[in-house]
């Protein structure tokens, strides 16, 4: 069982960039991959990108590539997502998730544990 909690989420404009983390609780975070997700008012939740167990291999939905980064540090059971050139279509609530595999994958089916979200504005 992994207990999620995102921070960092809050109003940001157009061009500029945020860092959202999330913390772990649990033994095992070490062998997970993790996942960050998005949902924006009226749509689906979406994939943003995920990064394997070790931190060695990310991957990231085209809609972000270029942009975004994910990052993880074991030692403190925390994911990064760090957003620079932000959108207004990235305005959503970002969750992240947590996969019982080493290596993650792009659906939401995939992740079995998942945080609260923490919102993201983006003003143009």
């Known amino acids: 069982q992994v207990q999620l909690v995102e921070s960092g989420g809050r109003l940001v404009q157009a061009g500029g960039s945020l860092r959202l983390t999330c913390t772990a609780e649990g033994r095992r975070f070490g062998e997970y991959a993790m996942g960050w997700f998005r949902q924006a008012p009226g749509k689906e939740r979406e994939f943003v990108g995920a990064i394997t167990w070790d931190g060695g291999y990310t991957f990231f939905a085209n809609s972000v590539k270029g942009r975004f980064t994910i990052s993880r540090d074991n030692a403190k059971n925390t994911v990064y997502l760090q957003m620079n050139s932000l959108k207004p279509e990235d305005t959503a609530v970002y969750y992240c998730?947590?996969?019982?595999?080493?290596?993650?994958?792009?659906?939401?089916?995939?992740?079995?544990?998942w945080g609260q979200g923490t919102q993201v504005t983006v003003s143009s």
């Open positions: 998730a947590a996969d019982n595999t080493p290596l993650g994958g792009w659906t939401i089916e995939e992740y079995n544990w």
